[in-house]
Structures are given as structure tokens and as C-alpha cells.
């Protein structure tokens, strides 16, 4: 059935009246037309069936001690973590602490964590606040791999790296000259070398123009303010180059030959405030050529930045208009665009237009064809612009040509054909790209499929973020939880499967099939330079006023029954969890000191503090470990 003869279904609830009055209302004068002609966009489909809902959500209520099929990785928003879930079961699994302090395992206490945090003047973390909002993983052949993952701070410009063989954070790298680190994405081949097939630089777009240098001097002239964008390399996580360029970045993309990486950019008019970033009627999706950025790198074609070493090439617009020899390029998409997403197939990026109604969806071919010399004018490169519904966000894919977009100001997702929408966009009106519609609940922002961005894309299950829960959980008090949703996109109907209340704010996710990760249940112990291989090795290490505590754990008991320290002494206490079994962390705490970690089989970490506080102080194991986990302590004695 076409969109222009779909029958009108039930009226949406009042509600969703509301809420798209509401949006509509706080985007009044701003939504400006797109130069593009599109079709309506389709009436709301009517809610699926309880029936089918009740049929398909069998699925997800796995039966005590069975294992979900797939991993989910979620941002932690202001928590600064990651959060893993089991999919699609939705159960949190484990939070990895990245950016912010974490009580449980220590993080921002050990030594270990903050030499990989930072520290401030005091010896503590660099920031106890932070802001993670997009993550993604490496990839081999177009598929995840299973060794990393990446996290954004948007708030202090840091990039976090994790480990998924221990899912821990085990760097993490501040970008200089940047404010507002927003999109990150890994590459998925080298741009050169087709024998690396496999992610070796994660790039990350920064959201906010400053002046460069941002010294103070020049807040007040709006032609100095600029957005960088950066390559990180994805073994040490230090920045390898940026990118000078017009506008701000939103999120990012690569495609799987590793040639081009883009952002969607608004503001490309350049403002410096709300009114002055409005009056372009259309933004870009800015395009990298990722050899020809380091081949001028590598020729001494950049400049530096204040105290920054790292080299910065001009991918202006002004700088760029040859295309021979541009490396950039910049596609004209509907203002004030939200998200880009790589089709499964390598074949497109796909822009949702936020303030438009449409997607806009550019065919990578055609790009590479404009750097070279090929293709007239870039904008010839988009293949398909059409409407989909109100407020367009972010897109996934299920692996058989749909997209999936969701739709913020009507509370939808929206399944759509790409090949069909280039047909209709081409001249073709009785292409029916619009595949479905489900109501969701409410205001969508991400959205991700299994195995969406990868070559595996497998099209099962859908997980929506929802930015607003309104009545779907127990009230609370003010602060509502967001509401991440699971839906069945196996067959041609999506089928809302489940709810789950998340504290704010998550933002991005990834889900990908449990065999890709191979996790260590124990840790290797020679890792550590500091392990204490043996208990016999324990005891207290005077160097004047500096001491060294090494102490083993072995349940129930710490090597040292006790230790004996003086008012004064700056203390190293270094602990060793020697026990070998699967899932037998010990925890160390130490009470009025502020100390409190854990400690997994074979793993080692160290504590620094001065004993400044005379007495008696029972350190004892915090997480529970063996029958006589209660008398697994010892004492911490500091003389005056």
C-alpha cells in the first residue's frame, strides 16, 4: 500500500498529541524548509498487537541459568561508565568505570586507576564529572572483533579505551584544543593498505567552536572560533592528527574500506550563539580523506596549536573547493542534521535531518568519485532524500536493506527501505520505501540494532532510548528514569518486546553476538610488576618516613594478621589476590581512610595514602568470598 492511499488508523493517545505539540512548539521559527522536495510523511501506524507482542516477548524471559545471545554495550551519561547488558534480555551485567570514581571497585582510589584517570595537583582524579555519551568497538573484516572498545567524555574531551577480554578501561587520553568531544567511531580498514583489515585509528568529532588558541584573548571574535577534528590511534590512544573545520561536529562514521570517515556538522554558519547558528538552510555531512590527510601530515602541511605537539591540516571549506587535491568535503544536508550511520553494505551514509523530516542517504562511491575529479559537484552524491516523519535522530539497520530511524517528536520508530527510497527519490512514486511504523515510548533518541553497523548485521532485535518514560514505570519523584526499549525486528512487523527504566543519561549503544568475546575469568599474574607471587613475600618496607605494605589474600584470610605503622608515614599498600577460582574477588577497606577496592583472582592493585590518623583500624574484605568472610581482616595498627 502506498503512503498516498494508507488509510488512516485509530487516533494516537492524547498524550502524544501533547508531547509532539510541545516539541513542535520549542522548534517554532527554527524549522526551516529543505530545498529538496519530499513526500508526506505516512500517518502513524496503530500499537502491534498485545497478542503478537505477548507471542515474541516469550523470547527475551530466559529460564534461570540460561545465557543471552548477545552482548550489549551501553554509555553511562553522567555516571562516566559503560554499562553491559545481556541481550535481549536486557539485564545489567557489569558497569566498567571509566571517567568517574567508582566506590565499588576502587576506581579513583588505586594507583592503578589513576594513572590511567589522570591526577590532579592533590594526587586524586583529574575530574570527578564527566559525560559519556557514544561508544563503539573494533572491528576485523567488517566485524566486530572482540579487543576494544571506546568511550567518549564530552564534557572534558577525553577518550576512554576498554579492554573486553577483563572489560576494563585501561587508557584514556584528553584531546587538546577541543571542547565537546562528541562522535567517535573506529575505522574498519586502513585507507591504504588493504592487508589491514582491522581498526587502527578511532576518530572523534568535537561539538564546540572555540577560539584557537583558546587563551582569552579572542572570546570576542567569532571568526577565530573553530571545530577540530581528531585521529587517535587505536594501540596507545594518543592523538595522531587534526583536522581544522567549518561548522560543529555531531556524530561520526567510517566506511569499511577505511577511505572516508564523516560527521554530520550543524552550525556551519559559524555562530557563536543560539540565533546565529539558525539562519543556514541547510548544514553538511563533512567527509575526510583519510590518505590524503596524512600524506600531508607526513609532507609538514600543518600547523600547532598552543602547547599541543599534534599536527592540525586546514579542512576547511575555503581550503578545500579542488577536489583533486581536497581533503575534504562537504555535502549539503537539511539544518541543524542529527546522526550518521554506515549501511551494512558499505554502500551509504545516512543522515538524519532532525529539523527535517527526511533522511538524507549519500553513496560513498560517489564521494570517492568527486575526490577524484569525477563528479561535478559533491552534493551529487546524495542518492535519496525522503521523508520518514517528524524529528529523524539516529538510524540502524537489519542486514536485508531496511533502515530504522527514530523519530523524536512522534514517539516512533520508522522502518524504511533504502533501495526503495533512492527509486522513489529518483522518480519512481510507487516505490513504497516506507516499510512500518511502531509507536514508542516516548521521544526517542538512539537507536541500534544487533549487529547493526558490522557486515554481520543479523536483523533480530532492535534496543530504542527512549529520552522521556512519562508513565511507564512507578513514579519516583521528579527525576524520571529514560526508558530503553527492546524490539522484534525479525520479521516484517517490529513487535515491542520490552521496557527497561535506566538511570539518565545513556546515549549510544552497540550490540553484538556473546562469541565474538572471549573474556579472562582469572587475571595473568605477571601483569602486574608489582604482584606479590608468593605470601612469604608479605611485609611492611620502611624507607624513612616512605613505607611498602605487601599483603596477599587467599580466602579467608590476608597474609598479615596485622601491620604496624607511625603517624606521618606515606603508605604503599600493595595486595595481591592470590586465589585462582572463577568469581572469587576480595574486597580491601580500610575505614576512616577512604579506601575501599576489590580485587579479582590473580590481580593486583596498590593504595597510596599517609597514615595520619593514630589507632587501631580493622581492614577487612568488603565483598563477600567464604563462609568466614566476616573474619577475613586484619589489623592496620598506626602508632602517635
Known amino acids: ?34 530545498e529538496k522536495a519530499a513526500p508526506a510523511a505516512a500517518p502513524a501506524a496503530a500499537p502491534a498487537a498485545s497478542a503478537a507482542t505477548s507471542s515474541a516477548a516469550s523470547g527475551i524471559h530466559l529460564k534461570p541459568g540460561e545465557l543471552d545471545s548477545y552482548y550489549g554495550l551501553w554509555s553511562g551519561g553522567h555516571n ?59 572491528y576485523k573484516d567488517g566485524n566486530y572483533d572482540g579487543r576494544y572498545a571506546w568511550v567518549n567524555d564530552k564534557l572534558n574531551s577525553r577518550i576512554a579505551r576498554i579492554r573486553l577480554d577483563y572489560f576494563v578501561c585501561d587508557k584514556i587520553t584528553t584531546l587538546p584544543n577541543v571542547q565537546g568531544f562528541h562522535g567517535i567511531f573506529p575505522d574498519k580498514a586502513d585507507p591504504v593498505d588493504p592487508a589491514i583489515n582491522y581498526t587502527t585509528r578511532v576518530f572523534c568529532g568535537a561539538e564546540f567552536s572555540v577560539p584557537l588558541p583558546n587563551d582569552g584573548t579572542d572570546a570576542n571574535t567569532p571568526e577565530k572560533y573553530r571545530s577540530l577534528f581528531t585521529c587517535v590511534d587505536a594501540e596507545t590512544v594518543e592523538v595522531r592528527w587534526q583536522v581544522l573545520i567549518d561548522g560543529n561536529c555531531d556524530l561520526t562514521a567510517t566506511s569499511y574500506d577505511g577511505k572516508l570517515a564523516a560527521t ?88 538524519a535531518g532532525k529539523l527535517s523530516p527526511t533522511t538524507t542517504t549519500i553513496e560513498l562511491s560517489k564521494v570517492l568519485d568527486w575526490f577524484d575529479g569525477k563528479l561535478q559537484n559533491i552534493d551529487d552524491s546524495i542518492v535519496a532524500e525522503v521523508e520518514v516523519g517528524l524529528g529523524p535522530l539516529h538510524t540502524a539497520f537489519d542486514g536485508r536493506g531496511n533502515a530504522y530511524t527514530t523519530l523524536f517528536l512522534d514517539s516512533q520508530m520508522v522502518k524504511w527501505n533504502v533501495e526503495k527510497a533512492i527509486a522513489y527519490h529518483n522518480g519512481d512514486k510507487t516505490a513504497e520505501y516506507i516499510i512500518d511504523r511502531l509507536d514508542v515510548h516516548y521521544q526517542p533518541g538512539h537507536t541500534n540494532a544487533t549487529q547493526s553497523e558490522t557486515r554481520a548485521a543479523d536483523g533480530k532485535y532492535l534496543a530504542v532510548g527512549c529520552k522521556f518514560s512519562k508513565d511507564r514505570f512507578l513514579p519516583v519523584g521528579p527525576f524520571h ?35 565474538i568475546i572471549k573474556t579472562k575469568q582469572v587475571y595473568d599474574l605477571d601483569e602486574s610488576p608489582l604482584a606479590i607471587k608468593d605470601p612469604k613475600e608479605s611485609g611492611v618496607f620502611r624507607d624513612g618516613k616512605k613505607v611498602t605494605v605487601k599483603i596477599t589474600s587467599q580466602a579467608p584470610a590476608f597474609s598479615m594478621r596485622e601491620f604496624t605503622l607511625k603517624k606521618g608515614d606515606e603508605v604503599t599498600l600493595i595486595l595481591t589476590n592470590l586465589d585462582k577460582i572463577e568469581d572469587l574477588t576480595h574486597g580491601f577497606a580500610i575505614p576512616k581512610y577512604n579506601i575501599q577496592f576489590v580485587i579479582n583472582p590473580l590481580e593486583t592493585k596498590s593504595v597510596t595514602f599517609v597514615a595520619d590518623k593514630p589507632g587501631v583500624f580493622w581492614a577487612y574484605c568488603s565483598t563477600f568470598c567464604h563462609a568466614l568472610h566476616l573474619e577475613m581482616r586484619t589489623r592496620m595498627i598506626v602508632e602517635a
Open 1 to 34: 500500500m502506498s503512503q498516498s492511499n494508507r488509510p488512516e488508523t485509530e487516533a494516537v493517545p492524547a498524550r502524544r498529541k501533547f508531547l509532539n505539540t510541545a516539541a513542535l512548539a520549542g522548534l517554532a521559527g527554527v524549522v526551516g524548509c529543505t
Open 264 to 351: 554530520n556538522q550543524y552550525n556551519v554558519e559559524m555562530g557563536v550563539h543560539y540565533e546565529d547558528m539558525m539562519s543556514a538552510e541547510r548544514d553538511a555531512c563533512l567527509f575526510f580523506n583519510i590518505a590524503r590527510i596524512e600524506e600531508a601530515v607526513k609532507a609538514g602541511k600543518f600547523t600547532t596549536y598552543g602547547t599541543s605537539k599534534v599536527p592540525v591540516v586546514d579542512g576547511t571549506q575555503a581550503a578545500n573547493k579542488d577536489p583533486l587535491t581536497a581533503l575534504t568535503g562537504y555535502v549539503s544536508v537539511p539544518k541543524n542534521p542529527h546522526g550518521v550511520n554506515a549501511s551494512p553494505d558499505g554502500k551509504y551514509f545516512i543522515c
Open 80 to 138: 562516566g561508565d559503560v554499562r553491559v547488558l545481556g541481550m535481549p534480555s536486557g539485564r545489567e551485567l557489569l558497569r566498567i568505570p571509566c571517567f568517574r570514581p567508582d566506590a565499588l571497585v576502587g576506581w579513583g582510589i588505586t594507583n592503578e586507576s589513576l594513572d590511567v584517570m589522570g591526577r590532579n595537583a592533590q594526587g586524586g582524579p583529574l575530574y570527578n564529572v564527566a559525560d559519556t555519551h557514544h561508544l563503539h568497538a573494533s
Open 481 to 515: 528514569p529514560e526508558n530503553e526499549q527492546i524490539v522484534d525486528i525479525s520479521g516484517d512487523k517490529m513487535v515491542l518486546l520490552a521496557d527497561h527504566p535506566v538511570r539518565g543519561e545513556p546515549h549510544d549503544f552497540i550490540i553484538f553476538k556473546r562469541d
